[in-house]
């Protein structure tokens, strides 16, 4: 079992590390084309690793600056809301004796 989880926990962060290449402030957005509404979603759920890269690289930040407005703040406040309300969801609670 253990063994099961170790190997699904390093699938995870290697997915993760490859889906993080459209990463706020990486120069992908431009005033012609501003991120929207799905783009706020994506950084709402990566915003953890936006903010660990940040530390090494001062160009990434966690919320894209080049966005449509209302609707990539409500896809991004959306995600990070249901992304952080999950963690706790999936603790299990002790039980008693």
Do not use: Q
């Amino acid at each position: 079992m253990k063994k099961r989880t170790l190997i699904l926990s390093i699938m995870i962060l290697l997915l993760t590390m490859l889906l993080s290449g459209c990463i706020p402030g990486d120069g992908s957005y431009t005033y012609n084309k501003p991120a929207g509404f799905l783009s706020g979603i994506w950084h709402g759920w990566i915003a953890p690793i936006s903010l660990i890269i940040s530390i090494f690289k001062p160009g990434i930040r966690i919320y894209e600056g080049v966005n449509t407005g209302w609707w990539y703040d409500f896809g991004f406040y959306m995600a990070v809301i249901s992304g952080f309300g999950g963690f706790s969801l999936s603790r299990k609670k002790k039980k008693e004796r």
